[in-house]
């Protein structure tokens, strides 16, 4: 199988089988997915040294957790679930489900364990490297000599012993030396364009989990664009360092208006999977990575700029029709121990000349706020972008081109809903204070304050 950034996830899913785990972008690309179609259990519990994100495409299952706040989730078309790293996790399926893994490009360290149905602990575990070591061929030789070896499969506290693992449902030699073919093509091609994706084995075996602390979580998509007020919402809360981010994107150009054009740019790349689509150039399941620096919305055409003389901002484009909806999911993934920048810039519809460009450090928030709590702060991506779209609609001079003299129109803020996002966190961060000054407790600790303050003068005066 060739690796490309843009996909049919289902076409591709007819040759996946159980647990194939298939990487389907391109090497480099951060985060990772790998696609499986899964009709059996998973023989065991893998347990990944960073955080990944499963979501589920089709069908239902069960994900059990291991040493985790959690002991399961049932899952639906739509399920994401948040797989903290170094959280041993199994999937269940209860109908034939295709199963899409986001995961760090380079996954450091990774295992398998097996843990006793009848006591829960740990029977045995098998680590590798992922740098010397390919998950499959890892399954393959952990299953095998799993197998083969009765103490790998015996509780040392109750003497039970597991059975032995039917390994007839996975094709992980035939996986391997796919994925390895591949490989080998991915690093020609990079090589040829001056880039390397070699990664160093590692001298230990000591799981090093990213800094953040987390438990697993579910999101249901559908659920979850409903509510969502603007786009590039985050499923989850988890923004920090090494953390993969899928955020929401529901495209209804029939009511919310038109989408603007404007122009991105990213140090992180951007993993965009539709999960549905009608009378729209996207189609369910498909995949696409765009580059780090690119258009964002529909640029207009002259014809549509000449057409849209009252500057209503009224303009096809992208292939898309009147009754297009569609939804999709856009996901990065943190930066560990690297500055993590981006920026958003306009350009004059007329001529292309850069308008105005706003860079931004991607943790900050773009005004003074009451916090420093990422879960509060939210994703601070929005709110700039927001910032800087409401000072170019309040300022002409910063939409007039210096090229060509054209006055552009206001960019369609409706359409993407940040400057709520914006608003909603300078008000949720607010409340949350007026909530916690209220609360008993801090009455309490305040009269304290109060009385201490009070003693320290009395003694004060009594010492005059
Ligand atoms: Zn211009």
């Known amino acids: 199988m060739r690796r490309k950034n843009r996909a049919d996830l289902?076409?591709?899913?007819?040759?996946r089988r159980n647990f194939d785990e298939m990487p389907i972008l391109e090497l480099g690309i951060d985060p990772q997915l790998h696609l499986s179609r899964n009709d059996v259990a998973q023989p065991f519990f893998l347990i990944c040294e960073h955080d990944c994100v499963i979501a589920q495409m089709s069908g239902t299952a069960r994900i059990e957790f291991r040493a985790a706040s959690v002991n399961y989730f049932d899952l639906v078309l739509g399920d994401f679930v948040y797989v903290p790293g170094g959280t041993p996790h199994r999937l269940v399926p209860s109908s034939t489900s295709v199963h899409l893994r986001y995961k760090a490009d380079d996954p450091g360290l990774e295992a398998v364990a097996w843990f006793s149905p009848a006591t829960g602990r740990e029977i045995s575990r098998v680590?590798?490297?992922c740098a010397t070591e390919l998950p499959q061929e890892a399954y393959l030789r952990a299953c095998t000599s799993f197998n083969a070896?009765?103490?790998l499969r015996t509780c040392r506290a109750s003497g039970e012993v597991l059975p032995p693992i039917d390994l007839t449902p996975f094709n992980w030699q035939a996986v391997a030396q796919e994925i390895r073919?591949?490989?080998?093509?991915?690093?020609?091609?990079a090589a040829r364009r001056g880039l390397s994706f070699e990664v160093k084995p590692r001298d230990d075996r000591t799981f090093c989990p990213p800094p953040t602390h987390t438990e697993p979580l579910r999101t249901n998509v559908y659920d979850f664009v409903r509510s969502a007020t603007t786009q590039l919402n985050p499923l989850f809360p988890y923004l920090g360092p090494g953390c993969i981010v899928p955020c929401s994107a529901m495209h209804d150009p029939d009511f919310r208006g038109a989408m603007g054009y404007f122009l991105h740019e990213n140090t992180q790349q951007e993993v965009n999977v539709c999960f549905g689509a009608r009378s729209s150039f996207r189609a369910p399941g498909q995949v696409f990575v765009g580059p780090l620096h690119h258009g964002v919305g529909n640029k207009p055409s002259p014809d549509d700029?000449?057409?849209?003389?009252?500057?209503?901002?009224?303009?096809p484009g992208?292939?898309?029709?009147?009754?297009?909806?569609?939804?999709?999911?856009?996901?990065?993934r943190q930066a560990i121990d690297t500055p993590q920048r981006e920026a958003v810039s306009i350009v004059c519809e007329k001529c292309d000349t850069q308008l105005h460009r706003h860079p931004y450090d991607a943790h900050a928030f773009p005004d003074a706020i009451e916090t420093d709590d990422p879960v509060l702060l939210g994703l601070p991506t929005i709110s700039q972008d927001a910032w800087m779209f409401e000072q170019v609609n309040r300022d002409p001079s910063m939409r007039t081109c210096k090229s060509c003299g054209h006055v552009n129109p206001k960019f369609p803020m409706q359409y993407w809903g940040w400057a709520?996002?914006?608003?909603r966190t300078h008000v949720a961060v607010q409340a949350r204070k007026t909530m916690a000054d209220a609360a008993p407790s801090s009455s309490v600790s305040r009269s304290r304050e109060k009385m201490t303050l009070a003693q320290q003068g009395s003694d004060e005066g009594s010492r005059q």
């Open 10 to 15: 289902f076409a591709e899913a007819v040759a």
């Open 127 to 129: 680590v590798w490297d």
């Open 149 to 151: 070896t009765p103490s």
């Open 181 to 189: 073919a591949a490989e080998v093509s991915e690093r020609e091609r």
């Open 305 to 315: 700029i000449d057409l849209d003389k009252h500057g209503v901002g009224e303009r």
């Open 318 to 332: 992208n292939g898309d029709r009147a009754d297009m909806i569609a939804i999709a999911v856009i996901t990065q």
């Open 420 to 423: 709520d996002y914006r608003r």
